[in-house]
Each structure stands twice: as structure tokens, then as C-alpha cells.
DNA sequence: CTGTTAGCGCTTTCAT
DNA sequence: ATGAAAGCGCTAACAG
């Protein structure tokens, strides 16, 4: 490995005029200047950003906690933070978690031990207390579509109980008064956060709707519109918490010659490729994940460096329809 | 910022004591290891890994350079690798290069610098001369889903040309003989391998196929159908090279009426989760993405550790057919 | 078994 | 403008 000192040794001045010309350019003389990047060309010296570190007490790093890398949505929040924080200097380091609440625990210390600046944090598997005294002993951390009260403002994330209500609103409106909702478990909040928007507006509006949890996978959607159908005959619409359960529904619907959307109307939630592949194309209800990324890799960095006035952060982003054609108008 | 210094302090030993009680706990003495374990949770005491490395020279970590992150391909390519680094006591440090040759380049400097002790690279935007120059400069690097015969075994990918081949054969084996293939934009090398493989096979089978060159996007396929079924209307079966393009073309016949599989069969390229729900669902063919991205790992942490023997590591993986409803057997 | 000492590669006063 | 020296947090001989 070759060295500053190599290249001091090289250039015929001392280790800390390479350091100079290399940080501070302009305080160096030409002459010089150019004899030490002479000398770091022919050698290919490559600074060793880790001393660099350590030196400097900084190493312009912004840690990220996801649960996987093979889904689109860590995908796309992954993306926007990535942008975003590189075009602020900084590198992202990204840890994945297998969906364990132990790979919670394991990334949050080795992000730590790496000694990042700052880190941005999506855990599902952790409860609001222990998540809560992580982020009171780290001021300088962020947390990513969660929300917890009383570190209001350092959660970016997307409003979930607008994001059903949303949906509620957009069956009423197409004329839908018999209503279902398929969820996904309910231990996560934000199953909980768009059940609730969603029951509340349609409550509001007079109507009830028919609740039932399933699992966000395909095959759950199959199942929960068939037990739907059984048990509640008249229901004109439906709302999945996700798309793959909407897939699925749409499948069983097919094979049961029941049309969507004309026999039946779907909407969902997120917006994968699935969405407008399906058929009919599905009618569903997306969030800016990257500009969800983008902002907590911004907040992130901001806490990072200090800057105290964060106010032009968005904290709280917005869900909105895509119309495609699984929701019918009905009289 | 607490430090070594600081539990060496409290526990009443010195810095030395306190790094073995951590690196070598069995051979410091059961009481003065309890009292720097004491020291250590009492002052919540966390390693710098950084400082460490330094000390160690040894970063274990291992770059990885993809071209985005909010895509299933790169997203499993990912996943395989992160999993086998970690299960090797690695990390993973993972670096996008937004699909521009610059990136390329500042992605290798920046992993580098970062003192990698091996990294991962799969680049599609630089030629083979400079991929060449890396890997010669940097002996432990390692090239995924690419391929360099002067590197062939630090190349770990998949055989495009099989891949193709694959292809031909099943469509041939279904009774096809008046056969189309579009390809993806032929600068990728992944483009000619698979039209190689694909066109070679038939023409030892005694047919010509009709090939057309597309860009990989579902556009791109809905287009190249129709230039194909005015040009060919004789054509009973098509080669995609991907799966997105096989979604449009399958949306083109379905606006024309043009029944799919009874009209025109279709095989696809990767299998991404829309294959299985377009109607009629795809057939298609599936590369081991997270196989590949482990072995690339594997073979990126042998290299990093002076391991010689690494013939136990696969280098060339085998896509294989997944078949659906999208190819009809024609007599 | 434990402490002392000398670095790892770099930055940063403090002089000159 | 440049150099000498100290130090970032840790590890690794080398003594004892």
C-alpha cells in the first residue's frame, strides 16, 4: 500500500504538505502543489479515507437500516437516500436486517461501531420503547416510515391514516356503499394507521365496512375475497392494504368468472410494476418512497453537521391515487 | 465519545488489558475481565471499528458496485451477497453507480479508498480494456455477471449463451419452427450471449429466426410485436430477452385480439414477479440471481483472505425454464 | 497475566 | 509556505 509518506518522500517535501495539497490545495504553492500531484499520479496514491477519519473525527458517513435489499420498497427509499446524501458529500452505508429483531439490533451497533455520523432507521420488528431509547441516546438519528410522538421530529414518514382515508374516500366517491377492507397484520402500525383512516371516513360518511385481516401476501388476497364473498355477498368494493393481495383477489376473481370491475372494484396500496400489469389494471394508492429516502438521508445529514433549522424538511409525505381500471362508477 | 482510555480508566487496568478482554477474552484473568466488562457496560462502551482497522489493517469489509438499488435484479444480486459476507464475519458496503461510466469510476475510487480488502463489480457502462485495467491492478477484485476471459476465474456469472439456448430449445421442442427474438440493446454483452446462444441452437435445428433489436422496456416490446406481425405474420413463438418486454407484447396482442398462447407463444428473459401475473402468465427463464451474488461474495472474502483454494466457489451459473401458460405446443 | 511502547495513515497546531 | 511533532482510538510486540 502506498502511502502519504511515500509520496512526501517522492515529492522531496513532508507529510504534511501532501496532506495540504491534497485538503487545501490552495494554500500550497504551485510549484509545489505540482510536484505533489506528479508524484501521486505516478505512484496511483490513493488517500486512505479511514485514517482520514480518524483524524478528522468524521467519517462522512450516513448509516441506513432496512430490512432487505430484494424488495422494491427498501429498493426505492434505499435510492432517494442514497441520491440525496451523496449529493450532500457524504456515503451511505446501508445494513439490512432479515426481518429480525436481533438484525435490528446487530445493525444499529455495527452502523454505530462504524462510526456514522448519523443514522437513518426502518425497523418493524423493535417495539416504540426500545426503538424510543435509541433514538433518545442518539440525538443524531432518524427514523424512517415509523412514527413515535415524541421524537416527532426526527420521523420522516408517509401519512398512513390519510392513505386510507384516501381510499375510503375514492370507493364513496365512484357510488361504492358496501365496502370491504383486507389488511395486513396487524402488528404493524401501519396497518393499523390506514385501517383506522380508512374505517373513520367511511363511518363519517354512513357506511360500515366489513373488515378482515390477512397477510399482505398473494395468496392471502386469493383467500380473503373468496371468505368475502361467502360471508358478504352484496359488497361492491374493496380495499387491499397492498397490491400483491389485490394480485391475488383479481386471480381468484378470474378463475370464478366474477369480472373486476364491473362484478366487483379493487384499489390498493403502493404501486409495485405488478400494479399496472394486472387485469384489469389495478386502480391503487402510492407513496413517494424515494422522496420519503430522500428526506430522511437530508435530515440525517443535517443532524449529522449540526444544522439546527430543519424546517424545510418535509416530515410528513402525502399518498395519492392512481387511477387505473379496477374501480368501477356504480348508481 | 468514550473510549478505550476511558474504560481502561474505570476498570483500573490498562488499554492494553482492555483491548485483549475484548479481542482474547480467555486469556486475560477471569476477574479483571469482569471488571472491564463492568467498566464497559457501565460507560455503554462501543468499539470503534474504524480505529480498529487502522490498528489492524484490516477493514473486513467487501465493496460491491451495482448500477441502482431500487431494482429486483441488483436487489437480489444484493441480498445473496450481503447474506454470505455477513455469514463470513464481513460487511458489505455496497455502492451505486446510477448507470453512468463516471459513476463506475468514482464508486471503484470510493470503495478503495474506503479500504475494501476486495470488491464486487458489476458495471455495464465501461469497456472491457478499462474493467480489464482494475482487475489487474487489484487482484482482489471480483466481476459479477460479466465476463472477462483473461479474468475467467475471478468472473462470476451467469451462461447468457446457454441461457439462450434454453430458449430456442424449448420453443423448438414445443413444435415452433417460424420463430422471432427480440433483443435487448446489443451493446450489452449480456444481449450477445443470449442471441448468440439462441440463434445458434436453431439454426442447428434447421430454422432461421426473425430477430429484431429492442431497448429491454415494456414499450419496447409492444412496439417490436407488431413490427414483427406485419413483417412475419407466419410466426408462431417469440424470444424476449426480458420479461418486461414480453408485458408489452402481451398487452399489443391482447388491444388486437391476438390470443396468446393460441395465437403467438412467448418466452421471456429473468422472471420478475410480473411474469407470474400477466394473463396468460409467463413463461419464462430464470437466472439464480441470489446464487450468483453469494458466490461473488465468496469469492471476493477467499481472495480477501489469501485463500488459494477457491475451486470449490461455482463460476458459471445456469438459467433455467419456468414454464407457464405463455408457450402453446403447436403441431 | 498485564503494562509499556510503538505504531497504523492521516491531520493539525505550532514554529520557522 | 513548509516542516516537526503530537495525536485520533486502537492493536501488537516486548518485557516483566
Same mark, same amino acid.
Given at each position: 500500500?502506498?502511502?502519504?509518506? #511515500?509520496?512526501?518522500?517522492?515529492?522531496?517535501?513532508?507529510?504534511?504538505?501532501?496532506?495540504?495539497?491534497? /485538503?487545501?490545495?490552495?494554500?500550497?504553492?504551485?510549484?509545489?502543489?505540482?510536484? +505533489?500531484?506528479?508524484?501521486?499520479?505516478?505512484?496511483?496514491?490513493? %488517500?486512505?479515507?479511514?485514517?482520514?477519519?480518524?483524524?478528522?473525527? /468524521?467519517?462522512?458517513?450516513?448509516?441506513?437500516?432496512?430490512?432487505?435489499?430484494?424488495?422494491?420498497?427498501?429498493?426505492?427509499?434505499?435510492? =432517494?437516500?442514497?441520491?440525496?446524501?451523496? &449529493?450532500?458529500?457524504?456515503?451511505?452505508?446501508?445494513?439490512?436486517?432479515?426481518?429480525?429483531?436481533?438484525?435490528?439490533?446487530?445493525?444499529? /451497533?455495527?452502523?454505530?461501531?462504524?462510526?456514522?455520523?448519523?443514522?437513518? +432507521?426502518? @425497523? #418493524?420488528?423493535?417495539? #416504540?420503547?426500545?426503538?424510543? *431509547?435509541?433514538?433518545?441516546?442518539?440525538?443524531?438519528?432518524?427514523?424512517? *416510515?415509523?412514527?413515535?410522538?415524541?421524537?416527532?421530529?426526527?420521523?420522516?414518514?408517509?401519512? *398512513?391514516?390519510?392513505?386510507?382515508?384516501?381510499?375510503?374516500?375514492?370507493?364513496?366517491?365512484?357510488?361504492?356503499?358496501?365496502?370491504?377492507?383486507?389488511?395486513?397484520?396487524?402488528?404493524?402500525?401501519?396497518?393499523? #394507521?390506514?385501517?383506522?383512516?380508512?374505517?373513520?371516513?367511511?363511518?363519517?360518511?354512513?357506511?360500515?365496512?366489513?373488515?378482515?385481516?390477512?397477510?399482505?401476501? +398473494?395468496?392471502?388476497?386469493?383467500?380473503?375475497?373468496?371468505?368475502?364473498?361467502?360471508?358478504? %355477498?352484496?359488497?361492491?368494493?374493496?380495499?387491499?392494504?397492498?397490491?400483491?393481495?389485490?394480485?391475488?383477489?383479481?386471480?381468484? @376473481?378470474?378463475?370464478?368468472?366474477?369480472?373486476?370491475?364491473?362484478?366487483?372494484?379493487?384499489?390498493?396500496?403502493?404501486?409495485? %410494476?405488478?400494479?399496472?400489469?394486472?387485469?384489469?389494471?389495478?386502480?391503487?394508492?402510492?407513496? %413517494?418512497?424515494?422522496?420519503? =429516502?430522500?428526506?430522511?438521508?437530508?435530515?440525517?445529514?443535517?443532524? &449529522?453537521?449540526?444544522?439546527?433549522?430543519? /424546517?424545510?424538511?418535509?416530515?410528513?409525505?402525502?399518498?395519492?391515487?392512481?387511477?387505473?381500471?379496477?374501480?368501477?362508477?356504480?348508481?
Amino acid at each position: 500500500m502506498v502511502t502519504m509518506a #511515500d509520496v512526501a518522500r517522492r515529492a522531496g517535501v513532508s507529510k504534511a504538505t501532501v496532506s495540504r495539497a491534497i /485538503s487545501q490545495p490552495e494554500i500550497v504553492d504551485a510549484e509545489t502543489r505540482a510536484l +505533489v500531484q506528479a508524484a501521486i499520479t505516478q505512484l496511483d496514491y490513493r %488517500p486512505n479515507e479511514i485514517a482520514r477519519g480518524l483524524a478528522n473525527r /468524521s467519517s462522512k458517513t450516513i448509516g441506513i437500516i432496512i430490512n432487505r435489499f430484494d424488495s422494491l420498497y427498501y429498493g426505492s427509499l434505499l435510492d =432517494g437516500a442514497e441520491k440525496a446524501i451523496a &449529493a450532500l458529500g457524504f456515503k451511505m452505508l446501508a445494513e439490512s436486517t432479515r426481518e429480525r429483531a436481533e438484525g435490528e439490533r446487530e445493525a444499529w /451497533s455495527s452502523l454505530l461501531e462504524r462510526q456514522c455520523e448519523a443514522v437513518v +432507521v426502518h @425497523c #418493524d420488528s423493535l417495539d #416504540d420503547a426500545e426503538l424510543a *431509547n435509541w433514538m433518545h441516546e442518539r440525538p443524531k438519528s432518524v427514523l424512517m *416510515n415509523r412514527y413515535l410522538a415524541a421524537f416527532e421530529d426526527r420521523c420522516i414518514h408517509l401519512d *398512513n391514516r390519510r392513505g386510507g382515508a384516501l381510499a375510503a374516500k375514492f370507493l364513496h366517491a365512484k357510488g361504492h356503499r358496501n365496502i370491504a377492507m383486507v389488511t395486513g397484520p396487524s402488528k404493524f402500525y401501519v396497518v393499523r #394507521d390506514r385501517s383506522a383512516g380508512f374505517t373513520e371516513t367511511l363511518l363519517d360518511r354512513g357506511v360500515t365496512p366489513t373488515v378482515i385481516e390477512s397477510d399482505f401476501l +398473494v395468496q392471502g388476497g386469493y383467500d380473503a375475497v373468496i371468505t368475502l364473498l361467502e360471508k358478504e %355477498p352484496s359488497i361492491t368494493g374493496i380495499f387491499f392494504q397492498n397490491d400483491e393481495m389485490a394480485a391475488g383477489a383479481i386471480e381468484a @376473481c378470474r378463475e370464478r368468472g366474477i369480472i373486476v370491475p364491473d362484478d366487483l372494484s379493487m384499489i390498493g396500496f403502493d404501486d409495485i %410494476p405488478v400494479a399496472q400489469h394486472l387485469m384489469p389494471k389495478l386502480t391503487t394508492i402510492r407513496q %413517494p418512497l424515494r422522496d420519503i =429516502g430522500a428526506a430522511a438521508g437530508c435530515l440525517a445529514h443535517a443532524l &449529522a453537521t449540526g444544522v439546527t433549522d430543519t /424546517s424545510d424538511i418535509q416530515r410528513v409525505f402525502e399518498a395519492e391515487v392512481v387511477e387505473r381500471a379496477s374501480v368501477m362508477e356504480v348508481k
